[in-house]
Structure formats: C-alpha cells, structure tokens
C-alpha cells in the first residue's frame, strides 16, 4: 500500500495550534491526519509525543481494512449508516484513547450532491477546529479520511473524552444522589461551566440549532465551580461564523431550558444563579435577571408547544397513512 504524505499544514488557533499532514492511502482513502499539538486546554506542551506519519500510516491501515484489529477496540454505537468505535494508539511514553466514527453517503442523488462540498466528517472536522479556535470544548479533531467519488465514505478519529457526563443523565438522576453537603457546589460548577459555554458561543458567533441537555456534557460536574467544563460532543447542529440576531442569539439557551423544565431537580434559583452568572458577561446588570427569567420561561413554553403540535401532526399523518 502505497503512502504519500503532503505538506504540513498548520491550524494558528488561538487557543490550540495543531499540525496536520495530508496522507493517501491505497484503495482511494485521502484525508489529514495531526502529528503536533500543544497549548490550548486541551492540548499539551510543545514535548508531548504525538504520532508520526508512519504510525499513523500504519495504524489507519488497520482501521479501515481491519477494525476488529484495532488495541481496546470497543463498539459503542452501529446502525446501517455507519458505527462508532472506541480504541487506543500505543505510542512510547503514552497510550492515546481515541473515537472513530464511520459513515457513508447513500442514494445517487446524495453521492451526486458531495462531489461538490466537504464530507460530512470533514465539515466536523473544521467545526471541531473552529470550536477550539473560540475556547469552545470538544474533542481534538485527529484524523478525517474519505474514499469514493464526494466522499461515499469516510472516517473520523478524535479524542476520547473520559468522565465526561451529559447534562440531561445529571438532571435527571445523578444530581440528587449527592449528599446534601455537596449538591451546591456541583450545582455552582454545572452553572459556571454553562455560563462559560454561551458566553463564548455568542462573542463568537457559533450557533447550535439543538443544544438540548443530552447533547451538552460536562467533566469534572460534580467538583466545584473552578473543574466543571461543559463539552460539545455531536456538532450536527453547529453553525459557525453564523448571522446573529436577538432570535438566533437566544434560541439555544431556550433550547437548553426547555429541554430542562420537565426536572425537579432543577429549580428555580438554579436558573436565577444561572442568568446572575451569564448576564454580566453579555454586557447587562444581574439585577434585571426577573425580566430575563420570565422571557425565558415565555419562550421555553413556546418551544414545547410547538414542539408538541408538530409531534401530534406527524402522528397524524402516520395514522392517516396507514
């Protein structure tokens, strides 16, 4: 099989640079893959061995012609569109645990369409880089291959985040279990980590058209304000460099409560510590967080009615079909 590795390129993020080399590989597979990354949270210092083309290279031979090969290989999801896999690269001071997702582009029409943009795991692959370029936490985009005219199929290597928990598992079960002594300070880390997270969503205008509960995931939740992150791990509804008005602004934030509502263990001045935390950095008093909650609350109960109606008229239609 035959490797051909093109020159470097190079992401200046500001909060993590990475490297990438393009590579080919036999039977029609191309993409990028990382060879250097440091600086940034999410990376390390300049001396952190990363691996080098040849590993790479040899690594990705196993993945695309024999995935059952790959070191700690676990299947955590597979449909008929594709599979997500878990696994690790052994490198000599350290072992990398990554993601890789596969997918396919069916029916001619869809295959036609691709010839002419990015692959779908290539426009995640540059959401991932610009979400990390504006401080945003997802995991480090390491490998994007493709195969087939526009794509037909393709892989996706990222890191594996460890520990990492979605919000809606921590509303709905895991918050209550903690003692008494620590709900508080769990409570403070998940507000401040999601202060953190809109905050830097609207400076730089990324937009997430379903930033429901299950899609946000936190790491270190239960710890206190100053470890709590908030992760963005599916980024199907991530729009980068997206046009910004007082609608689209607020839409993810009154995805995220009405997704919230139904919890008990969410209470009211949970969302009052929220909006104390989030106002000020959008530029407005904490002292005006009544108008905000009740706006809030206005339009959370909007979503859900509409929600609700567009469900019962897919029933409808299900049932009239039938």
Same mark, same amino acid.
């Given at each position: 099989?035959?490797?051909?590795?093109?020159?470097?390129?190079?992401?200046?993020?500001?909060? %993590?640079?990475?490297?990438?080399?393009?590579?080919?590989?036999?039977?029609?597979?191309?993409?990028?893959?990382?060879?250097?990354?440091?600086?940034?949270?999410?990376?390390?210092?300049?001396?952190?061995?990363?691996? %080098?083309?040849? *590993?790479?290279?040899?690594?990705?031979?196993?993945?695309?012609?024999?995935?059952?090969?790959?070191?700690?290989?676990?299947?955590?999801? *597979?449909?008929?569109?594709?599979?997500?896999? $878990?696994?690790?690269?052994?490198?000599?001071?350290?072992?990398?645990?990554?993601?890789?997702?596969?997918?396919?582009?069916?029916?001619?029409?869809?295959?036609?369409?691709?010839?002419?943009?990015?692959?779908?795991?290539?426009?995640?692959?540059?959401?991932?880089?610009?979400?990390?370029?504006?401080?945003?936490?997802?995991?480090?985009? !390491?490998?994007? !291959?493709? $195969?087939?005219?526009?794509?037909?199929?393709?892989?996706?290597?990222?890191?594996?985040?460890?520990?990492?928990?979605?919000?809606?598992?921590?509303?709905?079960?895991?918050?209550?279990?903690?003692?008494?002594?620590? *709900?508080?300070?769990?409570?403070?880390? /998940?507000?401040?980590?999601?202060?953190?997270?809109?905050?830097?969503?609207?400076?730089?205008?990324?937009?997430?058209?379903?930033?429901?509960?299950?899609?946000?995931?936190?790491?270190?939740?239960?710890?206190?304000?100053?470890?709590?992150?908030?992760?963005?791990?599916?980024?199907?509804?991530?729009?980068?460099?997206? &046009?910004?008005?007082?609608?689209?602004?607020? *839409?993810?934030?009154?995805?995220?409560?009405?997704?919230? /509502?139904?919890?008990?263990?969410?209470?009211?001045?949970?969302?009052?510590?929220?909006?104390?935390?989030?106002?000020?950095?959008?530029?407005?008093?904490?002292?005006?967080?009544?108008?905000?909650?009740? &706006?809030?609350?206005?339009?959370?109960?909007?979503?859900?009615?509409?929600?609700?109606? &567009?469900? %019962?008229?897919?029933?409808?239609?299900?049932?009239?079909?039938?």
């Amino acid at each position: 099989m035959a490797e051909a590795f093109d020159q470097l390129s190079i992401h200046p993020l500001s909060r %993590t640079k990475c490297e990438h080399r393009r590579v080919r590989l036999g039977g029609g597979w191309s993409g990028l893959v990382m060879t250097a990354c440091a600086g940034g949270e999410l990376a390390s210092d300049p001396d952190e061995v990363w691996p %080098t083309s040849s *590993q790479w290279a040899d690594w990705l031979k196993m993945l695309i012609h024999a995935p059952d090969s790959l070191p700690g290989r676990e299947v955590l999801k *597979q449909s008929g569109k594709g599979e997500v896999l $878990r696994a690790y690269i052994e490198l000599p001071s350290r072992r990398m645990e990554v993601v890789c997702k596969r997918g396919a582009i069916r029916g001619i029409g869809r295959r036609f369409l691709a010839m002419f943009r990015r692959s779908p795991a290539r426009r995640q692959f540059n959401k991932a880089l610009g979400l990390l370029q504006a401080g945003i936490r997802t995991p480090l985009p !390491l490998v994007c !291959l493709r $195969r087939g005219v526009g794509g037909g199929e393709a892989w996706l290597v990222s890191t594996f985040v460890p520990y990492a928990v979605d919000l809606d598992h921590i509303a709905l079960s895991l918050l209550s279990r903690l003692p008494p002594d620590r *709900q508080r300070s769990a409570r403070n880390g /998940v507000i401040e980590a999601l202060a953190v997270l809109f905050d830097r969503l609207e400076m730089h205008k990324v937009h997430h058209r379903d930033l429901k509960a299950s899609n946000v995931m936190l790491t270190a939740w239960d710890a206190g304000s100053k470890e709590a992150a908030a992760w963005l791990i599916d980024l199907e509804g991530v729009r980068l460099n997206a &046009r910004m008005d007082e609608s689209r602004a607020q *839409q993810p934030l009154v995805r995220l409560t009405a997704s919230l /509502v139904s919890y008990t263990s969410i209470t009211k001045s949970d969302y009052c510590r929220f909006l104390h935390a989030y106002l000020p950095r959008m530029g407005t008093s904490p002292s005006q967080w009544k108008e905000h909650f009740r &706006r809030l609350g206005y339009f959370a109960r909007r979503y859900l009615e509409a929600a609700k109606r &567009r469900k %019962t008229h897919k029933l409808d239609g299900f049932s009239d079909g039938v």
